[in-house]
């Protein structure tokens, strides 16, 4: 003989799945955020390094070229993998159904 469980034990361990998931999202988010706070720094000092080095005022204009074709294209990235986590979060605690509805749209 199987038992249902109650509507408060069925309440409660969604709500835990729930935290649960959201916790994980928020880590994800963290980390994703220190992965590009680290990406970025570094390529601040390469670009430090190489508006030091240059030798004349072309020198100059290309490492801030590069600096900010590289800026643009980290940050579009980010924005694409800031996406994704925030659909992931905004999905906590709904159906099945409405996961594989949002997996197709994306």
């Known amino acids: 003989m199987t038992t249902t469980p109650d509507p408060v034990t069925m309440t409660m361990m969604s709500a835990t799945d729930a935290l649960q998931t959201c916790t994980e999202a928020c880590a994800g988010w963290q980390q994703e955020i220190a992965n590009f706070v680290d990406l970025r720094l570094a390529e ?54 409405v996961q594989e509805a949002a997996r197709l749209v994306a």
Do not use: H
């Open 44 to 97: 601040n000092r390469r670009s430090w390094e190489a508006l030091m080095t240059a030798r004349d005022i072309p020198g100059v204009i290309k490492a801030q070229q590069e600096w900010g074709l590289q800026a643009a294209t980290d940050y579009t990235q980010e924005a694409v993998r800031f996406a994704r986590l925030l659909t992931a979060l905004s999905l906590t605690g709904t159906t099945p159904a």
